[in-house]
């Protein structure tokens, strides 16, 4: 439907987007967010610098990667040093809070709107900030889940109790070989709940999610959307991005709005429609909420 020539980088000066985008979201009946991982490391989970340093820099000195994506990929000499970097790995971006309240300043600025959010980020950020999980769809899995490596069915388990013990009881890059784990059905190893290949579960959490997600897209059809996307590069453009662009397209009433410190565009058949900050996230949600509460203090005065 869009060309890659037909793409605009800009949509004007930083206030008046953000004008835009302020009255965008007040006006709509309906906000549709997609998250992508910028919107988690502007909250604080970097994984790179002193925050993987501080956490793994026996394997950085062993095996000379230097941030955690990478380690990620790692081919470790054993699945017990393998599950010792992956346990640390999981608690640091699954089972610990973010540094920033970037995702609690995005649900204060939801208050009241009906919303739902999708999102490929797999690190539980939106349900440990408060947002109701019924209104969430993470389409990529979930860093506190397991499932089959092989797989043998369409199951997942929630691995909290088992990766805080490799954690505690780990020693010189290792866990103990009876923490590793294993599926209760068929005795394979088991692995993480990323989608990384064809062998991906898709659980029965994962089809309510995504029936709860299309229902609401059938619901509010028409309606004015705002399709505000957060953090969304081109890795995976075919899950948000683009089906946002397509679904404004569809709509006169919709808007598009994308805030990324780096990659802002929109294709030239929706420029109307399009909002774009090349910006840090972070700062534009305290930046809409400060003003926010600025309007409601001066509201208040004048009532008096």
Not at 21 to 35: C, H, K, M, P, Y
Not at 90 to 114: E, V
């Amino acid at each position: 439907m869009f060309t890659r020539t037909s793409i605009s980088q800009s949509t004007g000066k930083s206030s008046d987007s953000l004008k835009r985008l302020r009255e965008a979201l007040e006006r709509a009946d309906a906000v549709v967010v997609g998250a992508g991982a910028g919107l988690s490391s502007a909250a604080g989970f970097v994984y790179s610098g002193e925050r993987f340093q501080s956490n793994f820099a026996d394997f950085e000195k062993k095996y000379g990667f230097h941030d955690m994506y990478s380690g990620g990929f790692y081919p470790f000499e054993s699945p017990e040093e393998r599950w010792a970097y992956w346990s640390r790995f999981i608690y640091l971006n699954r089972y610990c809070d973010p540094p920033k309240s970037t995702y609690q300043n995005l649900l204060a600025l939801l208050q009241g709107k009906d919303y739902f959010v999708l999102t490929t980020n797999v690190d539980h950020c939106f349900q440990k900030a408060g947002f109701d999980k019924n209104r969430l769809f993470y389409t990529q899995g979930d860093y506190g889940l397991f499932q089959c490596s092989a797989p043998c069915r369409q199951e997942t388990f929630d691995n909290e109790e088992v990766v805080r013990r490799m954690l505690a009881e780990q020693k010189d890059m290792r866990v103990p070989t009876e923490l590793l784990p294993v599926c209760p059905h068929c005795g394979r190893p088991l692995t993480t709940n990323l989608r990384s290949d064809d062998k991906f579960v898709e659980d029965e959490g994962w089809h309510r999610a995504a029936e709860r997600y299309e229902n609401f897209l059938r619901t509010r059809e028409g309606q004015r959307i705002l399709f505000l996307e957060l953090g969304v590069g081109y890795n995976t453009p075919i899950i948000i991005k683009f089906p946002f662009w397509q679904m404004t397209a569809a709509n006169p009433e919709a808007v598009y709005a994308c805030i990324n410190a780096t990659e802002t565009a929109f294709p030239w058949e929706i420029r109307r429609q399009s909002i774009c900050l090349s910006e840090d996230i972070d700062a534009v949600l305290k930046r809409l909420l400060d003003d926010g509460e600025e309007r409601d203090i001066q509201a208040a005065k004048t009532e008096e």
